[in-house]
């Protein structure tokens, strides 16, 4: 039948006529599932071709059954050309998290749902005319075209978390740059921003951009923690990534030292800023238990405190002091604390 030269036609095409372009290798994951679906259709087909054996009937307009048997045949033709066209995708992109290969999977999962739902549907219209193991082998062939449906669950690829999160101060346009590495195989973000380092957390309204966001705090002077996380949407399913650990920023960056992030080991915690202007340098608080613990000042843009106890919760705060100009009886004037980002050093 003509089913049987499409599978044929599908199993030469995959094997010998779709080159993979560019010399980029499809997914594993990908390659893995065609191969599962194509073995499932010739397992569809065979048992389709038993059932109308069985019936000793072909496809005819003047023959109702034989022409709803046929209606069948042409679903499963309709998803062969499904797969074929979802081949083509892959070997044209390459990889399996473009869009355009995720929608003809989506289309291929639509046909063998429907293909399943009107085998069930026609075995239970048909149950006084057909033979038990013809209602056997189409309800099993249905079952086979469901199947397909699981074959082409997404997969959670196990986001990384985003990593690299700076907070850039855009004071011309009024709005604060958000930036961070791209995540792999992800296909979208998620910003939240919150008062405090440790929140209560709230969905940013953000300006996205790929990798990058804009937000406008208001009142334009606050400080804000932000945190970003990677999601892979697959038709209505998504994963998501951990989040990233926080980082301050405002627009008053003149005062408040922004881009403000803390990262730690076991026995150090790193401090990082931006710099504010006209700072002749910069003090950190390291506070255990509420409670200044250490504090150090510097000419620099990040420090890196030693000595510390592992697996143990610290803040840490930064500000600008500027000392008086030489030869004044002036002292150093102090500029505005950032708020406390948490941060815990890591078990030994």
């Known amino acids: 039948m003509k ?13 010998f006529v779709v080159p993979v372009s560019a010399g980029v290798e499809p997914s594993p994951f990908i390659v893995g599932k065609l191969d599962a679906i194509s073995s499932s259709l010739s397992v569809i087909d065979q048992r389709i071709n038993d059932a109308f054996t069985r019936m000793g009937i072909e496809p005819s307009p003047f023959m109702p059954l034989a022409n709803q048997f046929g209606a069948i045949d042409n ?5 062969n050309r499904r797969l074929v ?34 085998l069930q549907l026609k075995t239970v219209e048909w149950l006084a005319i057909l033979p038990d193991d013809t209602q056997t082998i189409l309800l099993q062939a249905a079952e086979n075209a469901e199947s397909i449906t699981d074959i082409f669950e ?21 709005m604060l740059e958000l930036n961070w590495d791209a995540v792999s195989e992800a296909t979208g973000y998620d910003v939240q921003r919150s008062l405090a ?22 009142p334009w002077d606050h400080y804000y923690f932000y945190r970003v996380r990677a999601y892979r949407q697959y038709g209505e399913t998504k994963w998501y990534s951990a989040w990233s650990d926080p980082v301050g920023g405002t627009l008053n960056s003149a005062e408040v030292p922004s881009n403000f992030s803390a990262s730690s080991t076991s026995t150090s915690i790193t401090v990082n800023w931006n710099p504010t202007y006209m700072a002749s340098g910069y003090q950190v608080n390291i506070i255990l238990t509420d409670v200044v613990h250490r504090y150090t000042q510097t000419p620099l843009t990040n420090l890196t405190a030693d000595g510390l106890q592992p697996d143990t919760e610290y803040y840490v705060e930064v500000f600008y002091y500027q000392t008086a100009p030489v030869g004044s009886d002036g002292s150093a004037t102090f500029g505005t604390h950032t708020p406390r980002l948490y941060i815990r050093t890591k078990p030994e």
Request: glycine fraction near 4%; proline fraction near 6%.
């Open 3 to 15: 089913k049987m030269t499409l599978l044929l036609v599908l199993v030469l095409l995959w094997t």
């Open 75 to 79: 679903q499963l033709n309709h998803l």
């Open 85 to 118: 066209s979802l081949i083509a995708e892959v070997d044209e992109q390459g990889v399996s998290t473009d869009p355009a290969v995720e929608t003809a999977m989506i289309l291929v999962r639509r046909s063998a749902r429907s293909l399943s739902t009107n």
């Open 154 to 174: 997404p997969y959670n690829p196990g986001l990384a978390t985003p990593s690299g999160l700076c907070v850039i101060d855009e004071s011309v346009s009024f």
């Open 197 to 218: 380092s440790t929140g209560p957390w709230e969905d940013a309204d953000v300006l996205m951009n790929d990798n990058k966001a804009f937000d406008q705090p208001d």
